[in-house]
């Protein structure tokens, strides 16, 4: 207790370094906290970019290829799912819902997706979050089309506009269904997901826009109106992939097996969060790298506590003598500049950690809605409790060094006048 008091005194007398110190050490602890929290929420919503669903359903293909289309609408597919295959898989008894997605298309860049209705009803990301409105409604007409929130802010959509889709991929595009556009039903509200970049139209529409079309090119004087093509069996005939849900969680696995050994047609199943999990280890090596920098900042904080004592300690070689007089032994000079070196670890981390969670709650709802990134505020895990205490053990062996330099300073090296 008498060092402890020692040390609060020794750090008043002292408190502007000391104060800079801490400041250090927090910034540095809040660095790699903030990292930690950023890279779990990362992880997480990466996780539930798709929730609610149990098998996704396309052309044989590599399972990270069909979940980067299907999902993140990257890549093309190999090859298309016949409607009849698409139609007599949802009619089996263990699947509660079916959503089939048609992609292809593009607008100013954005990709454009084909489907039904059931897909702005059983799409869930956030595991229980469901796909809200931020104006208009569904589609409804068949040249209607609801855009994701990013799409409505990049390209200052509002409801009532019209865009016109290009056909295939690619910012710029010099083939367009022109005779054909679309008007904005909807804006949806920001998921943080691919959605917000998707241009959502119907199933019927994809196939209206397509009917002039054969082989990837318009048929040469050929051309249907917008009016005409209304009364045309608009039914489709394929389609990319779908979504399915399942009415037991039991049945995924059976009726995956089923899907792949499909006799009609080449198709494959995947589990959604296995998929995921198998990509994000392919891309999580970037939070290892975020996490190595941010032990670095906290090496260079400890650093810089045990450079501030050890430069110190030639301006406090007459306090350390004159406590060695009054009877201080060694063992206690050593325990005193180890015990202000722990004092100045424990509250820089805990300014740190204060500091952490003031940031996120401030952060949360700007990173919510801007990036759609989920940043939970929970209370420290038991690994980050552990990562804490190693951070105040090593801020006490920070002050090791310069602990043991004073412990061999002599009482006469302390009395004696340098010139």
């Known amino acids: 207790m008498i060092v402890l008091r020692l040390a609060l005194k020794s750090l008043a007398n002292r408190w502007l370094t000391a104060l800079l110190t801490v400041l250090a050490i927090a910034f540095s602890v809040m660095l790699l906290l903030g990292v930690e929290k950023v890279r779990v929420g990362a992880r997480q919503s990466f996780a539930d970019t798709i929730s609610g669903t149990d098998l996704i359903v396309g052309a044989r293909t590599g399972s990270l290829q069909l979940l980067l289309y299907s999902v993140f609408r990257i890549g093309n597919a190999t090859n298309n799912i016949t409607w009849a295959s698409f139609d007599e898989i949802q009619r089996q008894p263990e699947i509660a819902w079916a959503v089939p997605l048609s992609l292809g298309d593009s607008h100013r860049g954005f990709r454009v997706l084909g489907t039904t209705l059931d897909y702005f009803k ?10 809200e409105f931020a104006a208009g409604k569904p589609f409804s007409d068949l040249f209607d089309a609801v855009v994701g929130a990013e799409v409505a802010q990049a390209l200052g959509y509002k409801v009532g506009d019209k865009i016109v889709v290009a056909h295939g991929l690619g910012t710029v595009s010099f083939v367009e269904h022109g005779d054909k556009p679309f008007r ?25 826009i397509h009917v002039d079309w054969q082989g990837g090119a318009q048929i040469p004087g050929q051309a249907t109106s917008a009016e005409e093509v209304r009364k045309l069996d608009l039914k489709p005939k394929a389609i990319t992939a779908a979504l399915l849900g399942l009415k037991s969680k039991l ?19 995947i589990i959604p969060g296995a998929a995921l999990q198998e990509l994000w ?3 999580g090596v970037a939070e290892t790298a975020l996490s190595a920098v941010s032990w670095m900042v906290v090496l260079t904080a400890l650093l810089g506590l045990a450079t501030m004592i050890l430069t110190t300690l030639n301006e406090r070689r007459r306090e350390m003598a004159i406590l060695r007089s009054v ?11 180890s015990a202000e ?4 670890t424990l509250a820089g981390v805990l300014l740190g950690l204060a500091l952490t969670y003031i940031g996120l709650l401030l952060a949360r709802p700007f990173v919510d809605r801007v990036y759609g990134l989920h940043l939970a505020v929970d209370p420290p895990t038991w690994g980050e409790i552990l990562t804490l205490g190693l951070i105040v053990l090593a801020g006490i062996v920070a002050g090791l060094l310069p602990a043991l330099r004073a412990y061999r300073l002599s009482l006469a090296d302390g009395m004696t006048v340098r010139t």
């Open 184 to 208: 904005v039903s909807g804006i949806l509200e920001r998921t943080g997901t691919p959605v917000d970049r998707t241009v959502h139209v119907s199933l019927e529409a994809i196939e209206a």
């Open 122 to 131: 059983h799409y869930r990301y956030r595991r229980t979050h469901g796909l």
């Open 281 to 283: 280890g392919l891309v």
């Open 327 to 337: 009877g201080a032994r060694p063992a206690t000079v050593l325990g005193l500049l």
């Open 341 to 344: 070196a722990g004092l100045l």
């Open 251 to 269: 049945a995924t696995f059976r009726l995956q097996r089923a899907i792949n050994d499909y006799p009609r047609e080449a198709l494959v199943a």
